[in-house]
């Protein structure tokens, strides 16, 4: 994908959002790691946080403006295993923000050792129609500043 960048990072590191999730049962599978695919539960739900922390809820935001945000693409590289009771830390971070979309950046790390690395590029699209749609204004504002306005500083922008 155009603009992505999987180089891992350290968690914590001042770049980017950082969403901690203990693993359950439920997330491994019969060799008692965690199933391969919740990773992109983890990644999901550390994205959907970093939005709150943006103050942007998907809820109101579909209500009020008619805008939803899918994921289109995603590409992973998984490098060690959690483990039931694990606590994990996802990294979220914004590579490029276009004008109908956002790419992202993230990580699942157990203390020093890093687990997952994923991209993940999201489109904005009308929720009855599901076709593409520009990010609202205030969204994308919203968005360019990042969690609690700091963000930004890291992300390019362009028309896509």
Known sequence: ???MNMSPSTPGNGIGFVWPIRVYYEDTDAGGIVFYANYLKFFERARTEWLRSCGIEQESLAHETGAIFIVRSTAMDYRAP???DDVLEITTRTERIGRASVDFSQEAWRGGTLLATGSIRVGCVDRVELRPAA???PVLAALRR??????????STDNG
């Open 82 to 84: 959690a483990r039931l």
């Open 135 to 137: 990010i609202p204004a």
């Open 1 to 3: 994908m155009r603009g």
């Open 146 to 155: 990042g969690a609690h306005a700091g963000t930004a500083s890291s992300v």
